[in-house]
């Protein structure tokens, strides 16, 4: 008998979210990367605890890491419970990572954490952005653009 195939990908349980990167960056493109993490991690992740506010992922030896993201220790952890702000390994494919590599060192963008989340088969996952940092300027543009679509949309809803 054939093995049932998973469901599709949706956002189950987002744990942690990156709200300002949207305002602070344009994103170009996203990447979905799975993270290796010990036992007490997941667990704290699980009981929602977690942040990726001022986190970043680098590109190191081929490598991509996910810097200075936030997962407290394990309320009932013994004495191999994890360090809270060490560095993590993203786990992408090579062409993926190829990519990225390409895209950081040619182009000048950055690698954005967006999210931290559980997908539906229970794995912890990434949602990495490929980004370009927006000046003020762009800022005001991005701030200005927002509201006319929410007025927008609100003027539609009022005269259908």
């Known amino acids: 008998m054939a093995r049932p195939k998973h469901a599709t990908f ?17 994103i170009e493109e996203n990447f979905e990367a799975g993270i290796a993490l010990t036992g007490t991690e997941v667990k704290s992740l699980r009981a929602g605890e977690g942040g990726i506010a001022e986190s970043y992922a680098e590109l190191r030896d ?13 309320s009932h952890g013994n004495r191999h419970n994890h360090v809270p702000k060490r560095p993590r390994k993203l786990l992408l494919n090579a062409r993926e990572i190829d990519r990225l590599t390409g895209a950081v060192e040619r182009k000048g963008m950055t690698l954005v954490p967006l999210a931290i989340y559980f997908n539906s088969r229970g794995k912890a996952k990434v949602d990495l ?16 653009e927002r509201d006319w679509k929410r007025n927008k949309s609100n003027i539609l809803r009022e005269h259908s």
């Open 10 to 26: 949706d956002k189950q349980n987002v744990v942690a979210e990156n709200r300002r990167a949207r305002f602070d960056y344009a």
């Open 62 to 74: 081929g490598e991509v890491w996910l810097v200075n993201s936030n997962i407290p220790e394990f």
């Open 129 to 144: 952005a490929l980004a370009k940092g927006r000046q003020a300027a762009d800022k005001r543009e991005y701030i200005k």
